[in-house]
């Protein structure tokens, strides 16, 4: 997703999975996802490309990582056994559910634009190592 971001033209598939250093098979399965959310689009044929659906800056890390990897969850409740016994009383369950809040909260608040801004600024500036 930062890929497309620098090119509002959009890129090829094969391209950003030689930049990315990913198979193939496996960038067309999380662009197949990302198709879905609709967060991005594709042109096919000889040509072909991916592109965002929308401007960088009002697309965030939530609805990007809740795309390819589903609804936030640190844990389940179905892995504790007393929330099986007895949901209603489980205070682990509201434990639970405020972190999953405030982890989707954290994501929500960054955009693309955001995280694309500071991956070009960590290419331009990279950390000088002068250890022996």
Do not use: W
Not at 59 to 65: E, G, R
Not at 100 to 116: C, G, K, P, S, V
């Amino acid at each position: 997703m930062i890929e497309l971001s620098h090119d509002p033209e959009g890129a090829a598939g094969h391209v950003i999975a030689k930049n990315q250093c990913l198979p193939a098979a496996y960038l067309e399965q999380i662009l197949a996802r990302l198709r879905r959310a609709k967060l991005v689009s594709s042109v096919r044929g000889a040509r072909g490309k991916f592109m965002l659906t929308g401007e960088a800056k009002s697309i965030t890390l939530a609805q990007i990582l809740e795309a390819v990897e589903g609804p936030f969850s640190i844990a389940a409740c179905e892995d504790v056994a007393h929330c099986h016994d007895n949901p209603d009383s489980c205070v682990i369950q509201r434990v639970y559910s405020e972190a999953n809040q405030l982890l989707y909260d954290y994501f929500n608040n960054i955009t693309l634009a955001e995280l694309a801004d500071q991956q070009t600024d960590q290419q331009n500036n990279p950390v000088l190592d002068y250890s022996i």
